[in-house]
């Protein structure tokens, strides 16, 4: 099992910035893909960023590329989500997700680990 925890979200100015840091603890040795997910109300669960664990390879939602960065530090077994010049079309709870196998990254029900969640608001 893989316990991932998330912190980092609040409340900001459109165009402000914000970092949300991902733990994750147990068999981390298992992880081979984390991803950042987020849901809006009302809406489903889509895809922000994902990273490689061992390659450090990394994809974005189109929404997000050149805003959004994703990044990790293997030692801290913790994954970042830097996020600026944010809209408050960004405005969502952000779930932290990692998975052991996942090829398509970008498939949320693919991923077996999911944080709890936390909430980010952008206000205009």
């Known amino acids: 099992q893989v316990q991932l925890v998330e912190s980092g979200g609040g409340l900001v100015q459109a165009g402000g910035s914000l970092r949300l840091s991902c733990a994750a603890s147990?068999?981390?040795?298992?992880?081979?893909?984390m991803g950042w997910f987020r849901q809006a109300p009302g809406k489903e669960r889509e895809f922000v960023a994902a990273i490689r664990w061992k390659s450090g390879n990394t994809y974005y939602a189109d929404s997000v590329k050149g805003r959004f960065t994703i990044s990790r530090d293997n030692a801290k077994n913790t994954v970042y989500l830097q996020m600026n010049s944010l809209k408050p079309e960004d405005t969502a709870v952000y779930y932290c997700?990692?998975?052991?196998?996942?090829?398509?990254?970008?498939?949320?029900?693919?991923?077996?680990?999911w944080g709890q969640g936390t909430q980010v608001t952008v206000s205009s």
């Open positions: 147990g068999r981390t040795f298992s992880i081979y893909t």
């Open positions: 997700a990692a998975d052991a196998t996942i090829v398509d990254v970008r498939i949320a029900y693919d991923y077996d680990y």
